[in-house]
């Protein structure tokens, strides 16, 4: 089971940033977010993404999402636009780290990392890629135990 969230914010605020970004916590699933900064002329959407959910969907995914040629760290920037210098935001109790790098934007409260945002592609695929590598894994247990179940199976002739 999953739950999806949209949630836009409009001009952001202090307690409009930090009330999403609570929610995205509290929740313990990806919320899709779009922002409207001031001075931009296109929202900017992202997935947020709890910390504990991007790393097991980090650990199970079988290789890094692929880099986009653009260089720009999320598909609703024009290609020539550089990404925006990595000055930390601060929302109440949350501050945003994001990367020049890579796109993500990391969301600290006290110094820990709690959620990133990422653009919807990339949590898109990281999501789909873990999904599939962790269904295909069995712990060695469960996979002796699935063996025997099989080997006790009478063959297709026979049945």
Known sequence: MSIEIDVT??????????????????VGEPVTVTFRWEGHRQPEHAV?????????WEHWAPTAYPSRDTGGESGDRDAGEQPELAHPRE???????????????????????????????????????????????????QKAAFEEFLARQPSIGER
């Open 48 to 56: 947020l993404v709890p910390a504990a959910t991007l790393a097991r």
């Open 9 to 26: 914010v409009a001009y952001p605020d202090n307690d409009e940033v930090e009330r999403v970004l609570g929610l995205a916590e509290a």
């Open 91 to 141: 929302f109440g109790a949350f501050t945003l780290f994001r990367r020049r790098a890579g796109g993500r934007t990391a969301v600290a409260r006290n110094g820990v990392v709690v959620a990133e945002l990422l653009c919807p592609g990339e949590a898109q695929w990281l999501k789909e890629k873990a999904l599939h590598v962790r269904q295909g894994f069995m712990d060695p247990k």
